[in-house]
Each structure stands twice: as structure tokens, then as C-alpha cells.
């Protein structure tokens, strides 16, 4: 098993050979000074704005520094156009649920930065949308819930202090699935009392995944260069594999989880998420904490992680895969045209130099088994805690009674059956719930770890996402997908890369690695991505068979 270390994203990322335009996932994002979008082209709905020379769908952060260091572009005129964009386009998806007041201001003092050669790093000046679980001072931060849309949180979340110093434009925050997923035992993925439902920008019937919906489906139309997303297991990287963009979850504690909305600490991170890989890295390299970690409850586990992710220039460009060792675990449930598409990956990778050997992690059924009860104790410890900082209700027997007595949280999740089951869980304290969560984090870690070990890969593979369903409120979501389970639940990274489609569909390819292995994890994704070159704007078709956007 091969180990990197995860280090400090250097200024030479941006400024050296990157910038030269090898890193975009598509050939039309090579050049940063070709031709901009034909606005009625598709991913560009007709009369959608778009900047003289760039194409929103594929221009990457480095490509715009450049344009800035040089005078072409401010980041006043890109955050006027993402603000065009998502006036023009958010219509048709639902993705935004409230734009930032501040935007324009963060806009020009960047301009000026950059005008004084002062420029703070890869996000000075970028348009970054947020998850609205996270914290935001000035903006109301909601969960998707009515008990929490009134005042805003008194402080930031960590995250989005780091996002802002380092010169980032917060365009607003993006919708989500009520209570990241965890109120109803039917959940609709993309629905919430406060935003209602998200579409599917590739056909607007179908789900989005979630519960990071709106910030992949705003990916995906193009609405903002960057987003973040949080995970408990799954909530990154499926709605970023149903979206057909990339999606980060970092190790367990690289990112700060303070000021964000909970289910577990055991198992929740915050990640990045943007249309292309080394966008994703570049705003990983920012959110990083590099503060300890909160150890873990169960093992007593805490180091200190270094910030950001150090990427190699070299595993951006041809020949990157060449000698890598990936192991495709093949996820036969999830049907054979998605396993069609991973025999197609697979093809491409060993055509690229990899070695592609099938594999099958152990301990799956177990930890489908364990994780849920020991979600339940630990969502009432930590909702509790959280609540305990907001207006509101403020546990969670109280937020059960507000939702009881507000019809406008019942029209879609019509029940909160997790709520009541956590409710009656026992305790953390409580010796059975110990031992669970102590043979979670031994079995998932070993699932990962005994299966690298044995077949001497550099990552495991497996699809991201079945085709989007169709969205249903009476019938909830159809989404029990495990490969992003055995990462989740063992604090482990994971990257989904957008792989293929089914029919208009995106199918992506999720690769995890080892404990604190994010930066080989980045830099191997980028290689999967420029062999793969999968991404491709949606049509916004209004139903699966469809021809007229």
C-alpha cells in the first residue's frame, strides 16, 4: 500500500506548470483564452450570460488566477455573472436558496487585492456557494428546517472564516435534504421545508441525491465555480455522482467540524465539491483545519493533520495512472448498465498503465447492520449540542414538538421517525453503544486497509450512484448505495470523478484510500479524470426520453 503525506497546497501549484491548462477534465478548458460559450449551446441555456473568453462549464481556478493576475478579469465581473446565471438559470433546478449581500463587497476588496499584487492564495476572488448547514453569521443557516429560519448563528462556522480570509466570495448557500437526511424514515433527497425540492439538472424529474443536493446541482448548471458539501456517509459524493460533478470527503477532522449542523462526530465531515478535480483540491487546500481532531469517541484516535492537500503536478497529465495499482469493486445491485459503465472505466484505466484487479472489501453486512443504531445516539448527543447554540428549540425532544404543530415540515417528509427512534436511543455513555461503535471503526478501517493490503493498490473503485430515480414524495428516495459506506463510517477520504452515463444520466466512480491518504487520493482522481473525460454540461430535459431542453 502506498502512503502520502498530506501537506500544505504550495503557491507553485497554482503558479507553476498547472496554469499552463492541462488540468481541466475537458479539452475545451485547456486554453484560457478560448472562445467563450455559445450562450444557447447546451449546459448554456439560451440567453444565459456568459464572460467574453470563458466558459463557465469548464474554466478552472487556475485559469481564472491567471486571468486576473494579468488584468483580463475581475472577480467582480465572474461574481455579476454567476449572479446572472443563477438568476437565469436556478429557475429550472431549485439549487440556491438565498444569495449572500455580501458578495459584491468581498467581489471588489479581492479586485483590489489583486490590483495590489496582494492576492491571497487560489480562492482570492472565486465564487464559492455553501451547504446551508453551515454556519454563516450573516446569513440564515436553516438545515432546510423552519425551527431554525429565523435569526442567523451568532458566529461562523471554521470553515467558512478559513474560506473568507483566504479572499473567497460566498455567492449564498444552497439547498439541501431537511436535516441532512435524517428525520424521516422515507426521505425525498433534495426536499426541505424551507427551499422545497431540488431538481436534477440532467432531467429535471429525476432526484439529485443528497443530502449535499443543491450544492452538486448548482455544480452541474454552473452556478458557481465551487461549493461545499457535508457527508455522514454518502451526502458527498452520491449527489456529486448524480450530478456528473466531483465531490471530496476528506479524512475524518481535516476539516473543521465546528458551526456545522450535525448527525455524528464519529462519522461527519464537510468537503469540496466543483466540476473538475484540481478546483476541488484547490478549495480542499483552504477549508483544511490542520487543527487536532476531535479524538474518537470510540478509540481514543486523534492526530494532527497538516492543512490542505499537496498534488503532483505529474499525476495531472498523461502517463499519471501508469504502474497504479486500483481495485474495482464492482457493485453488482446497483444494475448492469451501471456496471456497464465501470467495465468501460475499467478499460480505460488499464489502457492508461493501471492495473485493474477485481475486489470485494469484507464486513460490508456487518456495518450496514451496526451503523444506523449508532447514528440514532450519537445525532441525539450532538443535535442537542448544536441546538443548545441556536434560537429555537433547543433539544431535540423540543424540535420533534415543533415539527408536530408546523404542517409546512410534513408535506413532503411527512414523518420524523429517526428523530423519535434517537429520541429513544441509549446514550454514548451507555456500554452496548461503546462497543458498536468501537466495532464500526475497527471493521470499516479493516475493510479498506485488509483489501489494500492484499492486492498492493494505490485505491479501491466502485460506482458512485445508480441512474437518478425519479423523484416521489410517497414513496421516498431509492438509494441504499454501500460503496460510500466502508470510508464514511471508517473516517477514511473518498472522491467521486463523474465516469460515464446511462442514457442522460451521470454514473460517477468513487475511489477511497487509506486514513490521511487525501492528497494521493486527489492526485490519482485528477489522473482517473483527464483518462475518463466524462464531464459534460446537462440539457435540463424535462423528463428521462425527452429531446427539448
Given at each position: 500500500m502506498?502512503?502520502t503525506?498530506v501537506?500544505?497546497?504550495?503557491?507553485?501549484l497554482v503558479a507553476?506548470?498547472l496554469?499552463a491548462?492541462?488540468?481541466?477534465?475537458?479539452?475545451?478548458a485547456?486554453?484560457p483564452?478560448?472562445a467563450g460559450?455559445d450562450?444557447?449551446?447546451a449546459g448554456?441555456?439560451a440567453g444565459?450570460p456568459a464572460?467574453?473568453g470563458i466558459?463557465?462549464?469548464?474554466?478552472?481556478?487556475?485559469?481564472?488566477?491567471?486571468?486576473?493576475?494579468?488584468?483580463?478579469?475581475?472577480?467582480?465581473?465572474?461574481?455579476?455573472?454567476?449572479?446572472?446565471?443563477?438568476e437565469?438559470v436556478?429557475?429550472?433546478?431549485n439549487?440556491?436558496l438565498?444569495?449572500?449581500?455580501?458578495a459584491?463587497r468581498q467581489?471588489?476588496a479581492s479586485?483590489a487585492?489583486?490590483?495590489r499584487?496582494?492576492a491571497?492564495?487560489?480562492?482570492?476572488?472565486?465564487?464559492?456557494l455553501?451547504?446551508?448547514?453551515?454556519d454563516?453569521?450573516?446569513?440564515?443557516?436553516?438545515?432546510?428546517?423552519?425551527?431554525?429560519?429565523?435569526k442567523?448563528?451568532?458566529?461562523?462556522?471554521?470553515?467558512?472564516t478559513?474560506?473568507k480570509?483566504a479572499?473567497?466570495?460566498i455567492l449564498?448557500?444552497?439547498?439541501?435534504?431537511?436535516?441532512?437526511?435524517f428525520?424521516?424514515?422515507?426521505?425525498?433527497?433534495g426536499?426541505?421545508?424551507?427551499?422545497?425540492?431540488?431538481?436534477?439538472?440532467?432531467v429535471l424529474?429525476r432526484?439529485?441525491?443528497g443530502s449535499?443536493s443543491?450544492s452538486a446541482a448548482a455544480?452541474?448548471?454552473?452556478l458557481?465555480q465551487v461549493a461545499?458539501?457535508?457527508e455522514t456517509?454518502g451526502?458527498?459524493?452520491?449527489?456529486?455522482?448524480?450530478?456528473g460533478v466531483v465531490?471530496?470527503?476528506p479524512s475524518l477532522g481535516l476539516?473543521?467540524?465546528?458551526g456545522?449542523v450535525?448527525?455524528?462526530?464519529?462519522?461527519d465531515?464537510?468537503?469540496p465539491?466543483?466540476r473538475?478535480v484540481?478546483d476541488?483540491a484547490?478549495?480542499?487546500?483552504?477549508?483544511?483545519d490542520?487543527?487536532?481532531?476531535a479524538r474518537d469517541?470510540?478509540?481514543?484516535?486523534g492526530?494532527?493533520?497538516?492543512?490542505?492537500a499537496?498534488l503532483?503536478p505529474?499525476?495531472?497529465?498523461?502517463?499519471?495512472l501508469?504502474?497504479k495499482?486500483i481495485g474495482?469493486?464492482r457493485?453488482p445491485?446497483?444494475?448492469p448498465?451501471?456496471?456497464?459503465?465501470?467495465t468501460?472505466t475499467?478499460?480505460?484505466?488499464?489502457?492508461?498503465g493501471a492495473?485493474v484487479v477485481e475486489?470485494t472489501p469484507?464486513?460490508?453486512?456487518?456495518l450496514?447492520?451496526l451503523?444506523f443504531?449508532a447514528?440514532l445516539s450519537?445525532f441525539h448527543?450532538?443535535i442537542?449540542a448544536y441546538?443548545?447554540?441556536?434560537?429555537?428549540?433547543?433539544?431535540?425532544?423540543?424540535l420533534?414538538?415543533f415539527?408536530?404543530?408546523h404542517p409546512?415540515e410534513?408535506?413532503?417528509?411527512?414523518?420524523q421517525?429517526?428523530?423519535?427512534q434517537?429520541?429513544?436511543?441509549?446514550?454514548t455513555?451507555?456500554?452496548?453503544?461503546?462497543?458498536?461503535r468501537a466495532e464500526l471503526?475497527d471493521?470499516?478501517?479493516?475493510?479498506?486497509?485488509?483489501t489494500?493490503?492484499a492486492?498492493d493498490?494505490d485505491?479501491i473503485?466502485a460506482?458512485t450512484?445508480?441512474p437518478?430515480w425519479?423523484?416521489?414524495c410517497a414513496r421516498?428516495?431509492?438509494?441504499v448505495?454501500?460503496?460510500?459506506?466502508p470510508?464514511?463510517v471508517a473516517g477514511?477520504?473518498?472522491?467521486s470523478?463523474?465516469?460515464g452515463?446511462v442514457?442522460?444520466l451521470?454514473?460517477?466512480?468513487?475511489?477511497?484510500?487509506?486514513d490521511r491518504e487525501d492528497?494521493?487520493?486527489?492526485?490519482?482522481?485528477?489522473a482517473?479524470?483527464?483518462?475518463?473525460r466524462?464531464?459534460?454540461?446537462?440539457?435540463y430535459l424535462?423528463?428521462a426520453?425527452?429531446?427539448?431542453?
Open positions: 502506498r502512503k503525506r501537506g500544505v497546497l504550495t503557491v507553485a507553476g506548470s496554469l491548462g492541462t488540468i481541466g477534465p475537458n479539452a475545451a485547456d486554453d483564452g478560448a460559450s450562450p444557447g449551446a448554456s441555456p444565459s464572460l467574453k466558459d463557465l462549464d469548464t474554466v478552472t481556478i487556475p485559469e481564472l488566477q491567471a486571468r486576473m493576475h494579468k488584468g483580463s478579469l475581475t472577480s467582480s465581473e465572474l461574481t455579476r455573472a454567476y449572479l446572472r446565471r443563477i437565469t436556478d429557475s429550472k433546478i439549487a440556491v438565498r444569495l449572500s449581500p455580501a459584491l467581489a471588489a479586485d487585492r489583486h490590483r499584487g496582494e491571497r492564495g487560489p480562492l482570492d476572488g472565486i465564487p464559492v455553501l451547504k446551508d448547514n453551515v454563516t453569521r450573516d446569513m440564515p443557516t436553516t438545515a432546510g428546517s423552519l425551527a431554525l429560519a429565523g442567523p448563528p451568532a458566529k461562523d462556522a471554521v470553515l467558512v478559513r474560506l480570509r479572499g473567497a466570495v449564498g448557500k444552497t439547498n439541501l435534504s431537511e436535516w441532512a437526511n428525520r424521516a424514515a422515507k426521505p425525498t433527497s426536499w426541505s421545508a424551507v427551499g422545497g425540492q431540488t431538481h436534477n439538472p440532467f424529474d432526484n439529485p441525491c449535499s443543491g455544480l452541474a448548471a454552473s458557481s461545499i458539501g457535508t456517509d451526502s458527498i459524493v452520491c449527489p456529486a455522482g448524480m450530478n465531490g471530496h470527503k476539516v473543521s467540524g465546528t456545522v450535525p448527525i455524528s462526530a464519529e462519522q465531515t464537510a468537503g465539491m466543483a473538475n484540481i476541488t484547490l478549495t480542499l487546500s483552504v477549508i483544511g490542520g487543527s487536532p481532531p469517541r470510540a478509540t481514543g484516535r492526530e494532527r493533520l497538516a492543512p490542505g499537496a503532483d505529474r499525476h495531472l497529465r498523461e502517463g499519471g501508469k504502474g495499482r474495482l469493486w457493485l445491485s446497483l444494475g448498465d451501471v456496471d456497464a459503465v465501470m468501460r475499467a478499460q480505460k484505466l488499464r489502457g492508461a492495473e475486489v469484507p464486513y460490508q453486512a456487518r450496514a447492520e451503523e443504531p447514528l450519537e448527543r450532538d442537542d441546538l443548545g447554540t441556536r434560537k429555537g428549540p433547543r433539544d431535540l425532544a423540543a420533534i414538538e415539527n408536530r404543530t409546512q410534513q408535506t413532503c417528509f411527512a414523518g421517525e429517526l428523530f423519535e434517537a429520541l429513544a436511543a441509549p446514550p455513555t451507555d456500554p452496548e453503544y461503546r462497543a458498536m471503526a471493521l470499516s478501517r479493516r475493510s479498506i486497509d485488509e489494500m493490503a492486492h493498490l485505491a473503485a460506482p450512484n445508480p437518478a425519479t423523484t416521489d421516498g428516495d431509492n438509494d448505495i454501500p460503496s460510500s459506506t470510508a464514511a477514511y477520504p473518498s472522491l470523478v463523474p465516469a452515463s442514457g442522460e451521470p454514473v460517477g466512480v468513487l475511489l477511497m484510500a487509506g492528497a494521493a487520493l486527489l492526485s490519482l482522481g485528477a482517473v479524470e483527464q483518462q475518463l466524462a464531464w459534460r454540461a446537462p440539457r424535462p423528463t426520453g425527452s429531446a427539448t431542453p
